[in-house]
């Protein structure tokens, strides 16, 4: 294996180092208090100016729809040349959006491109590259474990050249920003099929006739205006059979299409997220003083900025393996360590940005300094797209299934 830059992705690395630079450190206040004066204005859900003002930028700097593999559609990177640049982006978590290369759009583009008809990626697929609207993904749902996808009870029924669709939703993330248009939404079509036949996924518009976006759910208090997490319910939605992706009873086959980059696009940038606040912990304690000498001098934090630092590494490495794997032998090859790092990344983040608070003190803990928010981030993906204890029993199932298949 080797993840040595390619030449191309050297030249980008250095064009997005200077874009954070030049335009995303300089303005994280900003983007904070335009947020905070939407909200005093009585209307946190509308779109920032600075993020729009930097999406032209950032186009015209070739630093648009990194994420998509060859297609034609984005930059042609392998998930393996992407890896580095989705961690820059992840640095600072509202960034992705910048370069449209933010979930839960890039998924979604991604599924369209893979699975969409010529007709849906026309409608669909084409202004959401162009950045001029974005999506939502609608699985999760709040009266059963979703941890088990089987479970999901939304209602997807054919009625002549229509689906109607029934269902509670909720976590429906980027559903609260108005230019959301559309929703790629997983339900059943046949609770009789075989368990993993049961599910569909299928387009939505969000301005469909039935649709009732209910409300907002917090972070830790956040409630990620204008992106949002938000509970929403279907009530007799009709949408022409055509909006249907792949076929009947495919959802799952489309889900595991889509989740294993959603998963590895989540840690890379984690470990960016992590890096961010290892930098931002180093730092502090070469400046503040405590008990006599800078508190970069005291052992307790010399060893976590040495752990930080290994396991950060570790866990780069793990996911630069599962992106070669992706590459070289597929997603569904690459299961076992796309599992192994969506269980890494997101502890190994959680770990390094509470050392981070800690060092910072009080502050640490408030809104002047990025780590708070950043740790309730990287807390969320404990559970998004999985929790840690669903691929812990994918993970161990595969190495099980080594030595049963020898025995037998």
């Given at each position: 294996?080797n993840?040595?830059?390619?030449?191309?992705?050297?030249?980008?690395?250095?064009?997005?180092?200077?874009?954070f630079?030049?335009?995303?450190?300089?303005?994280?206040?900003?983007?904070?208090?335009?947020?905070?004066?939407?909200?005093?204005?009585g209307?946190?859900?509308?779109?920032t100016?600075?993020?729009?003002?930097?999406?032209?930028?950032?186009?015209?700097?070739?630093?648009?729809?990194?994420?998509?593999?060859?297609?034609?559609?984005?930059?042609?990177?392998?998930?393996?040349?992407?890896?580095?640049?989705?961690?820059?982006?992840?640095?600072?978590?509202?960034?992705?959006?910048?370069?449209?290369?933010?979930a839960?759009d890039?998924?979604?583009?991604?599924?369209?491109?893979?699975?969409?008809?010529?007709?849906?990626?026309?409608?669909?697929?084409?202004?959401?590259?162009?950045?001029?609207?974005?999506?939502?993904?609608?699985?999760?749902?709040?009266?059963?474990?979703?941890?088990?996808?089987?479970?999901?009870?939304?209602?997807?029924?054919?009625?002549g050249?229509?689906?109607?669709i029934?269902g509670?939703k909720?976590?429906?993330?980027?559903?609260?920003?108005?230019?959301?248009k559309?929703y790629?939404?997983?339900?059943?079509?046949?609770?009789?099929?075989?368990k993993h036949?049961?599910?569909?996924?299928?387009?939505?518009?969000?301005?469909?006739?039935?649709?009732?976006?209910?409300?907002?759910?917090?972070?830790?208090?956040?409630?990620?205006?204008?992106?949002?997490?938000?509970?929403?319910?279907?009530?007799?939605?009709?949408v022409?059979?055509?909006?249907?992706?792949?076929?009947e009873?495919?959802?799952?086959?489309?889900?595991?299409g889509r989740?294993?980059?959603?998963?590895?696009?989540?840690?890379?940038?984690?470990i960016?997220?992590?890096?961010?606040?290892l930098?931002?912990m180093?730092?502090?304690?070469?400046?503040?003083?405590?008990?006599?000498?800078p508190?970069?001098?005291?052992?307790?934090?010399?060893?976590r900025?040495?752990?930080?630092?290994?396991?950060?590494?570790?866990?780069?490495?793990?996911?630069?393996?599962?992106?070669?794997?992706?590459?070289?032998?597929g997603?569904?090859a690459?299961?076992?360590?796309?599992?192994?790092?969506?269980?890494?990344a997101?502890?190994?983040?959680?770990?390094?940005?509470?050392?981070?608070i800690?060092?910072h003190?009080?502050?640490?803990?408030?809104?002047?300094?990025?780590?708070?928010?950043?740790y309730?981030?990287?807390r969320?993906?404990?559970?998004?797209?999985g929790?840690?204890?669903?691929h812990?029993?994918?993970?161990?199932?595969?190495?099980?299934?080594?030595?049963?298949?020898?025995?037998?």
């Amino acid at each position: 294996m080797n993840f040595d830059y390619t030449p191309k992705v050297h030249a980008l690395r250095e064009k997005l180092l200077a874009f954070f630079d030049a335009h995303i450190y300089p303005n994280e206040r900003a983007f904070a208090a335009e947020i905070a004066k939407n909200r005093a204005a009585g209307n946190a859900w509308i779109p920032t100016r600075l993020i729009e003002d930097l999406k032209e930028q950032a186009r015209a700097a070739g630093l648009w729809n990194l994420f998509l593999p060859a297609s034609g559609r984005g930059a042609g990177l392998t998930n393996l040349e992407y890896a580095p640049l989705c961690e820059i982006m992840g640095r600072v978590p509202w960034a992705p959006e910048v370069f449209n290369c933010s979930a839960p759009d890039t998924g979604n583009m991604e599924t369209i491109e893979r699975y969409g008809t010529d007709a849906q990626k026309a409608q669909w697929l084409e202004p959401l590259l162009r950045g001029e609207i974005r999506s939502a993904f609608l699985m999760t749902e709040p009266e059963v474990a979703s941890s088990d996808a089987t479970n999901i009870r939304c209602s997807i029924v054919r009625d002549g050249d229509s689906y109607v669709i029934d269902g509670h939703k909720w976590w429906s993330s980027g559903a609260g920003d108005p230019r959301c248009k559309v929703y790629i939404v997983m339900g059943k079509t046949d609770p009789q099929a075989p368990k993993h036949a049961q599910q569909s996924m299928i387009l939505v518009p969000a301005d469909a006739s039935g649709i009732t976006v209910h409300r907002p759910l917090n972070v830790f208090g956040y409630d990620d205006a204008p992106h949002g997490h938000m509970d929403i319910t279907l009530e007799h939605v009709r949408v022409p059979a055509t909006n249907m992706l792949l076929g009947e009873g495919r959802g799952f086959e489309i889900a595991q299409g889509r989740l294993g980059p959603g998963r590895i696009h989540h840690c890379m940038r984690l470990i960016g997220l992590a890096e961010r606040a290892l930098e931002l912990m180093t730092k502090r304690t070469l400046e503040r003083v405590a008990f006599g000498k800078p508190i970069a001098q005291h052992g307790v934090t010399q060893e976590r900025i040495a752990e930080a630092r290994i396991m950060i590494e570790q866990a780069r490495l793990l996911t630069l393996k599962a992106a070669y794997m992706m590459d070289t032998a597929g997603n569904k090859a690459a299961r076992g360590e796309i599992a192994m790092i969506k269980v890494v990344a997101p502890n190994v983040a959680c770990q390094v940005i509470d050392w981070a608070i800690q060092a910072h003190g009080a502050g640490g803990v408030s809104d002047d300094f990025p780590l708070a928010y950043a740790y309730a981030a990287a807390r969320t993906l404990r559970l998004a797209d999985g929790p840690d204890e669903v691929h812990r029993n994918a993970i161990a199932k595969l190495e099980i299934g080594k030595y049963a298949a020898a025995r037998e």
